[in-house]
Structure formats: C-alpha cells, structure tokens
T-cell receptor, first 115, second 112 residues
Framework: DADVTQTPRNRITKTGKRIMLECSQTKGHDRMYWYRQDPGLGLRLIYYSFDVKDINKGEISDGYSVSRQAQAKFSLSLESAIPNQTALYFC??????????????FGPGTRLTVL | AQTVTQSQPEMSVQEAETVTLSCTYDTSESNYYLFWYKQPPSRQMILVIRQEAYKQQNATENRFSVNFQKAAKSFSLKISDSQLGDTAMYFCAFMNGNQFYFGTGTSLTVIP
C-alpha cells in the first residue's frame, strides 16, 4: 500500500471552479507539504505544515489555500481556478527534526488541467 | 534565501557508460542536507542518494555516487554503468531542517 496517497490523480476543470486536492499519509510524519511542478521550473513550494495547528506559506501561495484536518491529512484548495494553475501537484511528508534521514516522501502526484 | 541550480536541462548517455549531473547551491548555513531525487515517466519522485554537509565522505548507493564540494557549494551526481531504467528527470534538493529547495531538474536519456 502507498504511504502517501493523493486524490484525484488527474482532474480537468474549468476556469472559476473551486477545486480541492487531497493528500493522506500513513507514515506517521508530522510535516506535510504541497508543491507544484511546471516544466523548466522544477518543484515550487505552495504551503507546508509542521503539525495540525501550524500552516505556513511557501514560495507561491497566492491563489491557493490549505487545510490540515488531521496529522495524516493535508488538502490543497484552488478557490477559483485559472489556466496558469495547470500543473502537476505533489504532496510530500517528512519527519520532524534536522537529520539527514529526513528526506521527503512524495505522493504519486495530481495532474490538474484548468481550461 | 537558498537557491539550487542545475545548469544542464537535458543530457544523454550511452547504455553502460558513466554520466555526471551537476548541481550547485547557495546558502549561508553551515549545517544542511543534500539530496538527489529521480522522477521517471511514471512521475513518482524517488530518493536516489543523500549527503549530510558535515560529512566529508561522499555518499555512494550502488551505481550512484556524489561529488560533494562544500567550499564550492557543488553536489554532482555520478551514474555509473547507465541502464535504460535510469532514463528520468533528476532533481537536486537542499534541506536546512525546515524547508526543501529544489533545482529545475535535468532530463537524462539513456540511449541503447
């Protein structure tokens, strides 16, 4: 079974629609992250959360919001989707603390297309 | 702010040959961690290798090894005996204990 899951895996929507991407993890990690991947730009951080009551903006948070419903769940919302939010979205988790063992574990990604 | 630079957008290598992917980073911190991730066409992100900045010895994982030059802020990945399954996008990443910073990636194609 996958440790980090994302739903949906693919989604096509229209401009102006509200979209929620969901992430769940069974790794017991405290930290969760949302990234978007665009060709030539790599992965850019949207939001991150170090525990249920901690939410932080990343590099490109405008147009997005998040909710940490539980330690294992972290959802990303696009309140009013626009075409330049078309991208591949990844959820990731990591353990607390500063250690070389604290690599990020990624979900399978959600391909979002906004028409 | 931390930045990670991968200056080679695309590379190719013959099967069984060796290839080196470059990565440089900019930071004022002394304690940090570096990673290489692989993203095959399945789009799953897979950890290839990690390096702790306080360790002088270069990390090695089977056919994958790094050349970590702390003073030069360089962290290159060497893939030996390249295999067709190594065809993927490779991302270099820097972690300072709180956030991860990724490079823009290098697309590697292994040619039969």
């Amino acid at each position: 079974d996958a440790d980090v899951t994302q739903t949906p895996r693919n989604r096509i929507t229209k401009t102006g629609k509200r979209i929620m991407l969901e992430c769940s993890q069974t790794k017991g990690h405290d930290r969760m992250y949302w990234y978007r991947q665009d060709p030539g730009l790599g992965l850019r951080l949207i939001y991150y959360s170090f525990d249920v009551k901690d939410i932080n903006k990343g590099e490109i948070s405008d147009g997005y919001s998040v909710s940490r419903q539980a330690q294992a769940k972290f959802s990303l919302s696009l309140e009013s989707a626009i075409p330049n939010q078309t991208a591949l979205y990844f959820c990731a988790t990591s353990k607390r603390g500063t250690s070389g063992n604290n690599e990020q574990f990624f979900g399978p990604g959600t391909r979002l297309t906004v028409l | 702010a931390q930045t990670v630079t991968q200056s080679q957008p695309e590379m190719s290598v013959q099967e069984a040959e060796t290839v080196t992917l470059s990565c440089t980073y900019d930071t004022s911190e002394s304690n940090y961690y570096l990673f290489w991730y692989k993203q095959p066409p399945s789009r799953q992100m897979i950890l290839v290798i990690r390096q702790e900045a306080y360790k002088q010895q270069n990390a090695t994982e089977n056919r994958f090894s790094v050349n970590f030059q702390k003073a030069a802020k360089s962290f290159s990945l060497k893939i030996s005996d390249s295999q067709l399954g190594d065809t993927a996008m490779y991302f270099c990443a820097f972690m300072n204990g709180n956030q991860f910073y990724f490079g823009t990636g290098t697309s590697l194609t292994v040619i039969p």
